[in-house]
């Protein structure tokens, strides 16, 4: 089955990874604008104060006639100053924790005897410009904040000698939050690159040797010889890379034993089966003669077709890429058991086509001896293509059906090698479709006659 791009490991993790940074990127934002906000709100703040103790000491110290004139060069749009006999703030709670009051109080040098009454509070709903602006400077000021006010007002009541009250009033808009788009959208652009292309580097040392192990595994299963992989990559893939190429040794090493065991049980059958035969046609009746040198030559020609059952497990033919239809279309032309070969689309796959044409040559001539008319079709899937024999016989009862695979199982009773064989053609098909990672099934057809389907995936290069 084919996945898109999205499914592969190494394009997840490189968009897990830049989806991670991306919020985690919001979220610092989100805190540096509310942190911004906090600090620009202190400073104008500690700036209104300061300014306040600053009057508030020249006040005390100047001659009564030089107040009003220090109060008008005091006063800014921003702040206001005024001297009353009543405080602004009636209370004495103070919503900022005693911040302002302290750096007033530090810089009059002034411990606990003055009394100084400081008020914050947010101003909600609709809110105007700073009072005292003119015209042109109201205009600027909403440029500046985009129509967007939100302000804290501060009021402050500080107590001066003689028994007057220094009344302070200001108010300071919380300056919108600026996004330089430009600058955020390369600064993103240029983070995403570069963290990609590393991270796809880094990647490609984990997912070329995965790759390479996928593709030999694969080939391994289609009974292909390859050799050790590298060990390359990470200690993990290290490990998988070793423990993939100690098993492929084991695999070959016990499907090479058992190969040459049953070649080598067949040849030293030879012997002592020749011998038989001598001492058979030394017999001097001619009926048990006859018997006994018809048994040795079945137990040769037995011998003789394991042998061959052998050097089809053995085979080491390297794979090609072939036209299955055009393949098919050589094997109708080669045989001499006929068949009806239907059309089928396009179809290309990597096969041995030796080993192949072999096994399906032992299927089209099993159809033809039991079933009669033989027809032949093909056509691919997803990730493999299905060849398909259907014949007009009798079929097989359902029981049978697993059974015929068997090595020397036949269902035809008699013991004519004509009509028999040995009962190996079907058990060499299967194993060399099962050496390409495929499989043979047979089946009952609803209409009559019996159905072979052989799947053989694509080879995963």
Request: a negative charge.
């Amino acid at each position: 089955m084919t996945l898109g791009p999205f499914h592969t490991l190494r394009v997840q993790l490189a968009l897990l990874v830049v989806a991670a940074l991306t919020g985690a990127q919001l979220i610092s934002l989100w805190l540096f604008a509310d942190e911004r906000s906090l600090a620009v709100r202190a400073a104008l703040g500690f700036e209104a104060a300061g300014r306040s103790a600053n009057v508030a000491r020249l006040i005390e110290e100047a001659p009564e006639e030089l107040r009003m004139s220090i109060l008008r060069a005091a006063n800014s749009p921003l702040v206001r100053f005024d001297l009353a006999k009543e405080p602004i703030v009636q209370h004495t709670d103070h919503s900022d924790g005693g911040l302002v009051e302290g750096r007033i109080r530090a810089l009059l040098d002034d411990g606990y005897s003055r009394d100084i009454r400081v008020e914050l509070h947010e101003i909600e709903g609709q809110i105007l410009p700073l009072p005292h602006l003119s015209q042109e400077m109201d205009e600027m000021h909403m440029a500046m904040m985009r129509g967007e006010l939100s302000a804290v007002e501060m009021n402050l009541s500080i107590a001066i000698a003689g028994g007057q009250w220094l009344n302070v009033g200001t108010r300071f808009e919380r300056p919108p939050i600026q996004w330089p788009v430009y600058s955020m959208l390369t600064f993103a652009l240029s983070a995403a690159v570069i963290l990609v292309v590393v991270f796809w580097f880094l990647m490609t040392r984990l997912t070329g040797p995965l790759r390479r192990l996928v593709g030999a595994a694969d080939r391994l299963g289609r009974g292909e010889d390859i050799a050790d992989l590298p060990m390359v990559g990470p200690t993990e893939v290290r490990d998988l890379t070793s423990t993939f190429n100690r098993m492929q040794d084991r695999l070959t090493r016990f499907v090479a034993d058992r190969t040459r065991l049953l070649a080598a049980l067949g040849h030293d059958l030879r012997s002592p089966l020749t011998a038989m035969r001598v001492r058979a046609e030394m017999v001097d009746d001619d009926e048990t003669r006859d018997s006994l040198v018809a048994s040795v030559e079945e137990m040769q020609s037995m011998v003789e077709a394991t042998l061959t059952f052998a050097r089809g497990l053995a085979g080491s033919e390297e794979p090609e890429n072939v036209n299955i239809g055009e393949f098919l279309e050589a094997l109708k032309s080669d045989m001499m058991t006929p068949f009806v070969l239907e059309v089928g689309p396009s179809v290309k796959a990597r096969i041995r086509p030796h080993a192949l044409r072999r096994a399906l040559r032992n299927v089209i001539e099993n159809a033809d001896r039991y079933g009669g008319a033989t027809r032949v079709s093909h056509r691919g899937r997803t990730d493999e293509f299905i060849i398909t024999v259907d014949d007009d016989g009798p079929g097989i009862p359902a029981p049978e059906l697993e059974r015929v695979f068997d090595p020397f199982f036949r269902l035809e009773q008699s013991r004519s090698l004509e009509t028999g064989g040995y009962g190996l053609g079907l058990s060499i098909a299967r194993t060399i479709f099962r050496a390409h990672g495929g499989d043979i099934s047979l089946s009952n057809r609803d209409e009559g006659g019996l159905r072979a389907t052989i799947a053989i995936p694509f080879a995963n290069d």
